[in-house]
């Protein structure tokens, strides 16, 4: 392998090794950084990469990490302090020279989001298009696909043939994991074609909630029907569902704040793009596709999307346990973490400033909730 040397940051997650994987393939020199050596980055190890172990907090660390390095992806951590993260990276992005940064954001990105994560991800774009000399490209895809398929919905699609999501009658184009990555790496391997450019890559139709049901039932074989419950029954079946999949308080206080948006037709709002075809060249994947293959995967390594009586009986049991769990009281916990908090809260659907920035125009009126 040879050219520049690549950093990615977050490299044993969804889309940080989708990156890792794509750029080994086209022949990149690739060091990818953990936060602990395990299986996963023995994997990365095996395709080729050079695995890295740097806390992402620690100046002495990242610059370590950036020796030698020309272009970086950087993958905000999800923690409260991310924007100190992300300051880290840019000062030794600095002193090392870096000549690109392609960082992944949010199609939301707005400095009076009431989501924290969403309001620091707005400051690090800012932040990233200040480090001299260095291109920055900016990937700001909105609500994954992935996040309508973990957190044990797909299991329970499978058994009860329902899938309980707040979704409304909005409608979303949402990406796969590795369309997200095809983008990044195509700025990566091309940063001057890419410089101060932002890509939203999207999936090739913006589809309704029941449509989206229909293809998760397709995939697990059954028929599955949209169930659109409250925000509020829906952070309740996260407090049951969610710590199988490592949800916890501090991401259900964000992303309750997505659903809304979601409700309020946001991630419709300038969609489908055509930034993955325009970027990586090739056709997005659609939603049906995902599904499957997600379905593929929970069915070889946690089987609860297979039809077993045992998988019937927990899915029962999970949605009577919906019923009697209070709901988490996260404006309490965002106090209790000190957030803080934009005098007027504003969702991106109702923002002014969201919608020049991101080029939008808004030809209806949006309900109040």
Known sequence: MSGPLILVT????????????QLLARGARVRALVRTRDARS??????????VVADMFDPAQVEGALA????????????????????????????????????????????????????????VERLFEMVPGAAHVTVNPGFFADNYLGNGFTGLAAQLGVWPVPVGGGRNAPPSNEDIARVAVGALLDPERHAGRAYRPTG????SADEMAAAIGDAVGRRVRHLDISLRTFLKALRVMGPRAGVDRALMAEVRWYYEEGRLGTWEL?????????????????????????????YAARP?????????????LDFARIGLTPAPRLDRFVRQQHQPVPPAPELSARSATWAREHDIVVSRSVPSS
């Open 10 to 21: 977050g490299a044993t997650g969804k889309t940080g090794g989708a990156v890792v994987g």
């Open 42 to 51: 023995k994997r990365l190890h095996e395709l080729g990469a050079e695995v």
């Open 68 to 123: 030698g390095v020309s272009r970086l992806y950087y993958l905000p951590p999800f923690h409260p302090y991310m924007v100190q993260s992300a300051v880290v990276f840019a000062t030794a992005a600095r002193r090392a020279g870096v000549e690109a940064i392609v960082g992944l954001s949010q199609w939301l990105a707005n400095p009076a989001h009431p989501s924290l994560a969403t309001r620091q991800n707005w400051l």
């Open 204 to 207: 090739p139709e913006s589809l």
């Open 270 to 298: 300038g969609a489908p793009t055509t930034h993955v075809r325009d970027v990586a060249g090739v056709e997005p994947e659609g939603f049906a596709a995902i599904a499957r293959r997600y379905a593929a995967r929970r």
């Open 304 to 316: 609860d999307a297979e039809r077993t009586a045992g998988n019937l009986a927990r899915a029962l």
